[in-house]
């Protein structure tokens, strides 16, 4: 009997094991298909407190909604995989929506959005072991770096701690590295070619060994200078989306970028999760063909 959205609540209070179950019997597939290309779908944002979408302060706290959204994603051609906090994945799981997709774990949660302690994004996720008995695909982690906060250090050895778990467990790992900066309160990521590059370059370096690693990069202001950022690092490389205020130039940005030689990929979540105009489904199969 098919699982449904609504029998969710039920399934995990009578059947918690069924989550493991659906895991051990999941079809599994290589991390790059035959395209030789990525398009992940996230929806990470809730765990950390990051619930609005436009004009919309809680669009994603409604789970069902989301889900749906995710599982509109998840059936279009060409869409790889999800990138998720564990409750999402695992819902998914019990969805039965997983199958033949990459699954990637995000690890660090604890920086919660507009908290005081933002920076100190601990790992409060996934860890290499539940990614590996889950027999999940990959992990992803945030590293938000403030040169005027010392707790910055100790995020970067938390970090290279995670990049050496998961070589061990032979499990990718994309990281998503930053410049950041407190600006009127809010932590500001700077998206300049030189703050990008920076990035890039002590991301590249941490950890035992870096086979494992790849780099979840912003596009930056001007997608011209991408190029010169990412001869930076060898590593393999994908784009992030984040929430965009015009769809048709991020598009554009992303066109651009995508020609670049250690580029393979997209993870993109809000903008084709909550398009500002048009359907889930024409957001996604645009953001495909770009690939």
């Given at each position: 009997?098919?699982?449904?959205i ?6 995990r209070?009578r ?29 990470d944002h ?25 599982c ?7 869409v790889d995989?999800?990138l ?6 695992e ?31 601990r ?8 990614l ?40 990718p ?18 998206l ?5 590059t920076?990035?890039v370059?002590?991301a ?9 690693t790849w780099?979840?990069?912003p ?24 929430e ?7 598009y ?7 020609r ?9 979540g ?15 199969d ?6």
């Open positions: 009997m098919s699982t449904g609504s029998d969710l609540a039920s399934l209070a059947h918690p094991e069924a989550i493991t179950e659906a895991a051990a019997r999941r079809a599994r597939r290589p991390l790059l298909g035959d395209s030789g290309r990525l398009m992940i779908v996230a929806a809730p765990a950390r407190g990051a619930l609005g979408v436009g004009d919309r302060a809680l669009a994603m706290a409604d789970r069902a909604d989301l889900l749906e959204r995710l509109v994603a998840l059936s279009r051609p060409g995989g999800v998720a906090t564990a409750d999402i994945l819902d998914l799981l019990l969805l039965g929506v997983l199958e033949n997709k990459v699954v990637m774990g995000s690890m660090n949660r604890g920086g919660l959005s507009g908290a005081a302690f933002e920076l100190d994004d790992f409060t996720g996934h860890r290499a072991q539940d590996t008995r889950l027999r999940f695909d990959a992990g992803k982690l945030l590293l938000r770096i403030d040169y005027d906060d010392p707790g910055s250090l100790t995020t970067l050895e938390s970090t290279a701690r995670a990049i050496d778990d998961m070589a061990a467990h032979r499990l790992l994309f990281v998503e590295p930053f410049i950041s900066r407190r600006l009127g309160g809010r932590v500001v990521n700077d300049s070619p030189e703050a990008v920076r990035s370059a002590i590249s370096g941490l950890g035992g060994t870096s086979a494992y780099l979840k990069l596009v930056t202001r001007d997608p011209d200078d991408m190029a010169e950022v990412l001869e930076t690092s060898t590593l393999p490389t994908v784009l992030l989306g984040g965009v205020d015009d769809q048709e130039a991020a554009e940005r992303w066109r651009k970028a995508l670049l030689p250690t580029v393979q990929g997209m993870v993109v809000r903008s084709l999760l909550y398009p500002a105009e048009g359907s889930v489904e024409t957001a996604v645009t953001a495909v063909g770009l690939l």
